[in-house]
C-alpha cells in the first residue's frame, strides 16, 4: 500500500522559520508534491520534488530524499497569509501515476 | 482564464438519495480528477479521467461512479447516500496526465460541500 505521514499541527511565530515533515512509503515513487490549502478554499501547487535535493522558491523551499523516503516543506520569515493546511502528496508509478494525498499539516501563525 | 468550476457549491441531501456534481475544467485540459477531503481523512482520490475514459480509479464502493464527456466536463454521481458520504468533493483539471508540475499540475476547483442528513 501507500503510507504518508504528516504532523497533523504545528504552530509557529510570524517572521520565524518552520520546517514541515513529509514521510512516505511507496513500491513506485514517481515524484512528490506539496499543496497550500487556506481553509474553506481550493488547494494550491507550491512545489514538486522528483530527484534529491533542495527546490527553493522564494520564501518556500522542499527537500527530498528518495532513499528515505522523507521530504520537508521550509518556510521562511513567515507570514499571518501562511495560516493554512499544508498537503504532502506522492506519485506512484506502479498504480498508473495515482496521486496520494497525506491528511495535512495545520500550520497556525502567531503575532 | 477561467480557473475549475465546480458545481453546485452546497448541497443538502438525505441519506438513500443519489447526488450528481459537475466539475468544468480549465479550458484546453483533458484530464480531470476527483477527491473526497474530510477532516479525518484528509483528501483521498476517487477517480482520473482523460479524453473520456477512465485512467485510474481510488478505493471507493461502487455508488461512487463518474464520467467525461467529448469537451471535457466531468460529473461524479453517488446513489444510495449514506451519512458519511458528507465531505467536500474536489475536481482537479490539468493538461497532461498523469498531472506534473508547474503548468503541467493539478488546478483545484474549490469544491462542492455536500451534506448527508
Known amino acids: 500500500g501507500q503510507n504518508i505521514d504528516q504532523p497533523t499541527e504545528m504552530t509557529a511565530t510570524e517572521g520565524a522559520i518552520v520546517q514541515i515533515n513529509c514521510t512516505y512509503q511507496?513500491?513506485?515513487?514517481?515524484?512528490l508534491f506539496w499543496y497550500q490549502q487556506h481553509a474553506g478554499e481550493a488547494p494550491t501547487f507550491l512545489s514538486y520534488n522528483v530527484l534529491d535535493g533542495l527546490e527553493e522558491k522564494g520564501r518556500f523551499s522542499s527537500f527530498l530524499s528518495r532513499s528515505k523516503g522523507y521530504s520537508y516543506l521550509l518556510l521562511k520569515e513567515l507570514q499571518m497569509k501562511d495560516s493554512a493546511s499544508y498537503l504532502c502528496a506522492v506519485r506512484d508509478r506502479n498504480r498508473d501515476d495515482k496521486i496520494i494525498f497525506g491528511k495535512g499539516t495545520r500550520l497556525h501563525i502567531l503575532p | 482564464k477561467a480557473g475549475v468550476t465546480q458545481t453546485p457549491r452546497y448541497l443538502i441531501k438525505t441519506r438513500g438519495q443519489q447526488v450528481t456534481l459537475s466539475c468544468s475544467p480549465i479550458s484546453g485540459h483533458r484530464s480531470v480528477s476527483w477527491y473526497q477531503q474530510t477532516p479525518g481523512q484528509g483528501l483521498q482520490f476517487l477517480f482520473e479521467?482523460?479524453?473520456?475514459?477512465?485512467?485510474n480509479k481510488g478505493n471507493f464502493p461502487g455508488r461512487f461512479s463518474g464520467r467525461q464527456f467529448s469537451n471535457s466536463r466531468s460529473e461524479m454521481n453517488v446513489s444510495t447516500l449514506e451519512l458519511g458520504d458528507s465531505a467536500l468533493y474536489l475536481c482537479a483539471s490539468s493538461l497532461k496526465a498523469p498531472p506534473g508540475q508547474g503548468p503541467y499540475g493539478y488546478t483545484f476547483g474549490s469544491g462542492t460541500r455536500l451534506t448527508v442528513v
Open positions: 511507496t513500491s513506485g515513487f514517481n515524484g
Open positions: 479521467y482523460f479524453s473520456e475514459t477512465q485512467r
